[in-house]
């Protein structure tokens, strides 16, 4: 065995027990998959095993040796690195920079910056990780800051690479490539575990499977075959889940968001980020947005909602023209949730409860003039927490304690009870695991229903496929076709993405 | 059980400093029994020097809470002194020309001091909303244009002819404020600020946004809070603290009029005080306490012991850093004995 960790407890203080006498081995030349619940105690495990905090009980062998993994320093030396699903990224540094950060090449004490870009394009070419690795890092979208992350344990050629939830934010083809990379890794006899929400990529690509639930280790199986991704679900939840939903759909109404020729320019570089875009969502509809991530999405998004003036164009909803308007006066009409839960969607140094109310609290019965009802407040916040399954130890306890998919949820449950006609969801279920996707999905489905507008941006093709009735296909910040998904199938929509003909 | 544990937590850093600072009364070759016994006697031994210290401490609550209530919504007003200054002179001089029975005329002056101050942030408020000006730096350089608008106004056109400093006349006499039993009333109407400013960040939905904007700005605006206008409004009133505070020295202190120099540190020390406390309303009051105990405490030491005033300075701080640097300490400490209880249950 390369890494034992042997009945690891984790209490994190004062009392959240995290972990309780979970066993883990990784073996030289595996890719080792790591599944379980939104709060199950993955990220974790995967800490401990990284250096970033310390394990309450229990040892860690590495080469049979017994080891303190008191840092991530330590971990390096060990030859372990781990990429983390919150991204920890220095967002003023162009992307190569992160990648090379605190190993930089240098020549006589030099730093040589051309060097370095040169050498993180390369490594981004070789493993098919699509990113402008002179970009300044915090313009990046989510997607994009996750593929610095890969590059930055890549190019510190590691022995044990962690990946925690990798693909999240990743499209398809993305993906592919990455477990291209990875399959290539392993016959190096690197060893390689994967953190994932997604199944079938885990069947797919892993040696072996450990369960978690609920911080305790349910099995290690071997793939080979003889496990289904139902099986490994009803191991992970404790329960049999459905996991089909019914598509009921009723005709489209009336046109709720209305944009018209709008386009955007950046004012540095002068590049078109929109490109006279043109879109309409009906009431009772979920439309999808396709695209390799950076072809607008994000921008078109941020336009919407308010955050930056378009450069010409108008957006309309319920036919009134809001183009003019801030994000506060907009926020009448639609519901968001954005990519970046940890800049944008949360405080994280406050309550779940308080993060719960956000824009809620504009409104009665939440706010009674002057005031913020805090019984009220509290009251919809523990339902909340009950209808959405959060993970946590009640509506005070801060977000920044929660899991990554904890934290997601706590987002989703804000925008989807909030009840506007226009519903925007970028990335909706990042970090989600399978039941709470399901009930996301759900949820999404129900409101389309009852005749509101759905906007979705997903990396996911098949989520768009599933969810959506029309599809937008973005490529250089223009809507190149329009699809029907239940017409076309996937490959047609990635040819548009992609711009090759089919 | 969840607001009782910080506090004992609180008492423990405050024990701890002291036997620190003792350390060092012992190498100055003092003994801390007599320092600290004299400390005690100035700082709370009766109710005589227990009301002085509440006395010091008025100015001090209300340029911490200034200071709390901007930083805790992320606004870094660090204008306390010249706003404070501010409302002093307004106070001082209005105090001389007003003619009004006291009744109306002491509030209306207080109120008046408050505007000032308010006025003066204000001012911050709108260079960053026109010009998109860093408040951080707006504030900061208005404390000079205050000092020295102040002092001018004190020197020329309402300098009191008799005095020998840059001074204004005295306001008029049934304008002073008085006291209950010793205590000014000044005290008892910073403390009703603290209520104010309690109920306004938590009770309030304006007071909720403002924190939320202070935990993450992008987070606040997205979620449709005015945040151009919560920090306006955070601003002024943080700014009507600040004024407030000097129209209270006016009207309730020992001088009665604008003096050169006056109210030299309460603007800092009221930022100090709300980092200590954490930006919590109820903690700057504790604090504003401690520091208005330390300072009264500190005349005894000089009066009564052998440690020169630099001394004392130099313990203050002493006590402050370890205070503040041990109470974290012992939280953390706490917490780490739970898990360590918590995991006892699951390992046996
Ligand atoms: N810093 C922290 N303080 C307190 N509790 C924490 C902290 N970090 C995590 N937890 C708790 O520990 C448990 C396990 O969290 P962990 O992040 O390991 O879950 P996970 O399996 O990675 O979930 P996800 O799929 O949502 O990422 C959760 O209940 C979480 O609330
Ligand atoms: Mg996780």
Known sequence: MLVEMIDICKVYPPNVVALKHVDFSLERGEIHALVGENGAGKSTLMKILSGLIRPSFGEIRVNGQRVQINSPVVAARLGIGMVHQELALVGSLRVYENVVLGSEPSRFGLLQPQKSSQMVKQLAERFGLNVDVDAITQELSVAGRQKVEILKQLYRNVDILILDEPTAALTPQESEELFDEMFKLRERGKTIVFVSHKLDEVLKISDRITVLRKGEKIATVKNDGSISAAQLAEMMVGKRIELVSIKARRPAGDPVLVVKDLSLVDRTSGKKLLDGVNLTVHAGEVVGIAGVEGNGQNELIEVLIGLRKPTSGSIKIMGEDVTNLDPRQRRAFIAYVPQDRKNVGLALKATIMENLIMTHHMNPPLRRKWLLDKSVAKDFASRLIKDFEIVCRGPFEKVQNLSGGNQQKVVVAREISLNRQLILLDQPTRGLDVASTQYLRDQVLMLRDSSKAVLLVSADLDELMDLSDRIYVMRSGRIVAELDPRTVDKTVVGYHMLGVSA | ?348
């Open chain 2, 1 to 348: 059980m969840n607001h009782v544990r910080p506090i004992l937590q609180t008492i423990l850093a405050i024990v701890f400093a002291f036997l620190v600072a003792a350390i060092f009364i012992l190498l100055h070759r003092s003994s801390p029994f007599e320092v600290y016994g004299a400390l005690y006697q100035y700082g709370l031994g009766s109710w005589f020097s227990f009301s002085n210290t509440l006395n010091a401490a008025f100015p001090l609550i209300l340029t911490g809470l200034s200071a709390s209530i901007a930083f805790m919504s992320g606004v870094v007003n660090l204008g306390q002194h010249g706003q404070f200054l501010w409302g002093a002179l307004v106070c001082a001089v209005l105090g001389v020309y007003l003619r009004l029975p006291s009744w109306l005329a002491v509030p209306l002056l207080a109120i008046l001091g408050g505007l000032a101050g308010a006025a003066w942030a204000g001012l911050a408020a709108f260079f960053k909303r026109r010009y998109r000006m860093d408040e951080f730096i707006s504030t900061l350089m208005l404390n000079f244009l205050a000092e020295y608008m102040t002092l001018y106004l004190a020197t020329y056109p309402f300098l009191d002819p008799k005095a020998y400093v840059p001074a204004t006349r005295l306001i008029r006499p049934e304008y002073f404020m008085t006291g209950v039993f010793g205590v000014n009333v000044a005290f008892f109407v910073a403390f009703f600020m603290v209520f104010l400013c309690w109920w306004f960040a938590w009770r309030t939905w304006q007071g909720y946004e403002a924190r939320m904007m202070g935990y993450n700005k992008l987070f606040a605006t997205v979620g449709g809070c005015d945040v151009e206008s919560d920090t306006t409004l955070i601003l002024l009133f943080s700014g009507f603290l600040s004024g407030l505070a000097g129209a209270l020295l006016i009207l309730n202190g020992t001088q009665h009029r604008f003096t050169k120099g006056i109210g030299a540190n309460f603007g800092w020390d009221g930022v100090m005080i709300a980092i200590m406390a954490n930006n919590g309303v109820f903690q700057t009051f504790f604090y504003a306490l401690f520091m208005g105990f330390l300072k009264n405490g500190a005349v005894g030491m000089e009066f009564e012991t052998s440690v020169p005033s630099e001394f004392v300075m130099f313990l203050q701080s002493i006590i402050v850093l370890t205070l503040v640097g041990t109470r974290s300490g012992i939280a953390s400490l706490t917490d780490w004995l739970r898990a360590k209880r918590e995991l006892g249950k699951l390992v046996k």
